[in-house]
C-alpha cells in the first residue's frame, strides 16, 4: 500500500510547512531517516528567518501583495476580490512567462493544475517579515479592505485636505512600493531599487541580529554574482566578518551539520551490508560508504565536534523556535557525538556493533513498522535507492543564496 498524507489544511502556514515536508521525501538527500529534521529546520529558521525550501525568488514577496491589492481595488465584495486574487495567480504565472522568466516560476509546469500557489508557498515570509501582520489571512485582508472602504465613504472629512483618515489596518505593510504598471501582463524577477530597500528593511527590522539581516546588508566581496557565491553558509569569507554571536552560532551550526552527517553515512553503510547491493561490476555500496565515512571522520575530527555546552544552546534554540524536542533526540544526538569523540579512527565505528545498533534502533523508533530495517520489512529495504538522508544539511543556504543574490545585484546598480 503507497503511504497517504492527511492533514486539516487550517492556514497558509501550516500549509506551506506540509509541502515542505512532503518536498524532502523527493529528494534522497534530505530524507531525515533518523528523525533530526525538527533541529535541522530549527537552525534553518534561526540562521535564515522567514525562508523555506518551497522558495524559489524574493520577488514573490511583493507579487503576493500587488496581487491582492489589485483585487481589492476592482472588486466590490469579498468573494469577488478571493475569486479574482485566486484568478490573478495563474495570471502572474503567465505574466513572468512573457516577461522571459523560466526557472523558478511558480505553476510553470502545473500551468492550471497548480495547487501551491505563490500566496500559499510565500505566507510564511509575508508574516515573518512584516510584509503582512502575523495571523492575517487573505480573506481577513480583502474584509478589512472592505471595512475601510466603509470608513472612508462615511467618516468626517477633516478641515486639512493633508490629514489621514483614522482607518482600520489590514495588516499590510504602509511602506509597500507600488505594484509595476501592467505586471500581471508582463513581469520578471529583477526588482527595482525602492522593491530592494523595502525588502532590506523588512528583513533587519523584523529579523534584527539574524544572520540573513547580515547577510542582506554585509556582502562579502568576493561574492559578485552567483557563480562566485559561497558554497556553504559557513565558507570562511563570509565567517571572517561576522559579530562574535553570529560566529557563534554559525560555527554551532556547522560543527552540528557535519557531526549528525556521519550517523546518515553509518545508516547508508548498514543498509548497505543489509542488502549486499554492488554500484558495478567491481564497487559495493559497502565499500562505498566505508570510504566516504573514512573521509568525513578526517573532517569531523579537524573540525571538532559540538560540546556539551554547545549542545545546550542548540536544544534551548530548538525549543525558542516552538519545536518539540523529545528527550530520545537529545540522548540520540549526545550519544552519537560521545562515540564520535571517543573514536580515534573511523573504523572504530565503522566496525562498532553498539554505534551500528544505536543506528538501527533510532531508525525503529522513528517509522516503527515502516523502518527500512525493521524485522521482516523487506519490501522497504530493497526499495533502497543506494542513498538516503545523504546530503548535509545547509539550512536552505541553496535557496538564500538566490535571495540575496536579488538582492545584491540591485545594489551593484545604485
Known sequence: MSSVFGWVATDAEQRRRMMEIVDQFRDSTTVDDLGLGG???????????GTSTLHTRIRYALFVPWTMQLASERNATVSEMSAAFTRSEFQLTQSLLNGGEAEGVIGRVAGSDLKRTASTVYWGMLSTWGVFERGFTVREYFERCLLRREQRRVLPRADDPEAALDLTPTGLHEGLPAAPPDFLSAADFTLRPEDAQFLREAITHRAPGSFLAHLVENQPTSWTDLNSAPDSFASPEIAVDLPPDLRG???????????VHGASLVYNLVLARRTGRYIDDETTYEGHYID???????????EGTPTAE?????????????RA?????MTFVRDWIASVDAATTADQLIKSADVNQRIVSREREKKGARARLAAGNRRALDAWSGAAGTGRNNFRWNYVVQHLQDLYDVRGTD
Open 39 to 49: 533541529i535541522r529546520d530549527a537552525f534553518s529558521d534561526t540562521l535564515f528567518p
Open 249 to 259: 552560532l554559525v560555527t554551532r551550526a556547522k560543527k552540528y551539520a557535519i557531526a
Open 292 to 302: 566516504w565515512i573514512r573521509e568525513w571522520f578526517d573532517e569531523a575530527q579537524a
Open 325 to 329: 524536542l523529545s528527550r530520545s533526540t
Open 310 to 322: 554547545e549542545q545546550n544552546q542548540i536544544w534551548l534554540m530548538v525549543t525558542a523556535t516552538g
